[in-house]
């Protein structure tokens, strides 16, 4: 396959001032202590039309916080194999989450045990608790066919007194994403999908819509560099 699932936040410039040129951005799949299973560069990237780097960090962004990255040539089947999605999991589901975060960059680390607590603003939550470097790892359920991505995650916080991760939903706006890839100009690096139905939740912040007290911590999570 050639098709990469990430968080929007993660293909943006440290500063947030860009988009980073899908060209120069390189995928590893399998990595692990400086080796991969497989090694591709981007070809084309296309981010949610609603996500707002720079904007508050409430619902609305963390709903949008998809990104897709086509490969410039596809990994074999044999190589590496492709994991499929659910749109959203079930109440109470258990999932797990794979993350290359702080302290572990060389090596996946895997949570297991968590589960799916509930949608507020189209934003999924879960009791997994996530650190920097985490954002854009997937979280996975486990069905009869064998684990599935369920969401990424987008920011850690807390709610109802516990630390969670927060994610969005990998129904309808991925389906956009997709649809767009294969049905655009291939020569078109960067791609843009018309408004989306998610509902606009204004300036609050993700804290006063999940009711957290001020002070409570939520992050985005950002990508660790070196």
């Known amino acids: 396959d050639r098709l990469v699932l990430t968080a929007a936040h993660c293909v943006f410039s440290q500063d947030g001032s860009e988009t980073l040129d899908p060209a120069k951005i390189v995928f590893h799949a399998g ?22 780097m720079a904007g508050p960090n409430n619902a609305d962004r963390i709903a949008t916080d998809i990104a897709v990255i086509e490969l410039e040539n596809p990994i074999p089947k044999s190589e ?40 507020r603003w189209d934003v999924l939550i879960y009791n997994c608790e996530s650190d920097f470097g985490a954002s854009g790892s997937p979280i996975f359920v486990m069905t009869n066919w064998g684990p599935k991505i369920a969401s990424i995650i987008s920011s850690g916080g807390e709610f109802r007194g516990k630390q969670v991760s ?43 819509q999940l009711g957290q007290r001020p002070g409570n911590r939520v992050s985005r999570l950002p990508q660790i560099t070196n």
Do not use: W
Request: glycine share 8%; hydrophobic share 35%.
């Open 31 to 52: 990595y692990r202590e400086g080796k991969s299973a497989a090694k591709r560069h981007g070809q084309r990237l296309a981010i949610h039309p609603d996500y707002k």
């Open 80 to 119: 590496v194999k492709p994991f499929e999605r659910v749109a959203k999991p079930a109440l109470r589901d258990r999932v797990m989450v794979v993350s290359y975060a702080r302290g572990r960059s060389q090596i996946a680390s895997l949570e297991k045990g968590c589960q799916f607590q509930e949608t």
């Open 166 to 208: 927060l994610g969005p939903s990998l129904g309808a706006p991925l389906d956009a994403l997709l649809h767009h890839l294969a049905t655009s100009n291939p020569k078109s690096r960067f791609l843009s999908v018309g408004a989306s139905s998610i509902p606009r939740t204004g300036s609050s912040t993700i804290r006063s």
